[in-house]
């Protein structure tokens, strides 16, 4: 079980994070304070180092400068404590595919230490409430990628982390099962739990988180609450003005059918 931290404001902090591939610098610095007990969209055009930042605060990739704090624990030097406290589902991570869903769950909760009537019992209530019941003795392989997705997901919440941080969590996920995510994630914050989300639907930002974090070019460019990010317009129109337009609006006129 997670090593109980005593109640911090703030449930994880990105100080600094730092991460270069070659000549590229992916994340320059990033600094973020994110609540506990908050919805926390993270939005940024493809490429401005969203994933590379998330892995980053979840212990997927090591920063070349920086520290992440989860609830007053440095993830980095003590990854012991602050691992169990985390849950994550990243985007395009490749998973135990050739196991069913059923074994793929129990086999993140015995992962995690719990008990296996625990793990039996978690996974039973996972799979009802996202619509995977009937792909429970199905090979992952198998699934279509909205179901990998509830999957990973299920996978992430079986140890009843602290802090859920998602990448892009509703990607090809069908509006039944996007609901049920919803209800899931909105529940998990209600009761205390933070959620740091990533997402390029600014709607969905905007319908459910409650702070936002707009990143381009590996920096920060504005954070906040929803309502100081919007800065009195709707939230794509803020983040078009902040991260730009597309440079080369030509007009493709050999398109047109007449």
Known sequence: MPDIQPASASALSLRGLTRRFGA????????????????YGVVGPNGAGKTTALSMATGLLEPDAGAVIVHGVDLWADPERAKP???????????????????LISYAGLLRGLPREVVR??????????????????????????M?????????????????????????????????IRRILISFVESGGTVVMSSHVMALVERLCDHVAVVGSGRILADGTLEQVRAGVDLEERF?????DVEDGRDLAWLRQS
Do not use: N, W
């Not at 409430?129 to 699934?143: E, K, M």
């Not at 990607?171 to 996007?178: F, L, T």
């Not at 078009?240 to 730009?244: A, R, S």
């Open 121 to 146: 019992e978690r996974r039973d209530d996972l799979l009802a409430a996202l619509d995977l019941r009937q792909a429970g003795s199905t090979l992952v392989t198998d699934y279509s990628a909205g």
């Open 24 to 39: 590229t610098v992916a994340v320059a610095g990033i600094d973020l304070e994110i609540p506990s007990g908050s919805f």
């Open 148 to 180: 990998t997705k509830k999957i990973g997901l299920a996978c992430a919440l079986v140890h009843a982390p602290r802090v859920l941080v998602l990448d892009e969590p509703f990607e090809a996920v069908d509006p039944v099962s996007a609901g049920a």
């Open 240 to 244: 078009v003005g902040l991260v730009g």
């Open 85 to 103: 406290m985390l849950g994550v589902l990243p985007d395009g991570l490749h998973t135990f595919d050739r196991l069913t869903g059923a074994e």
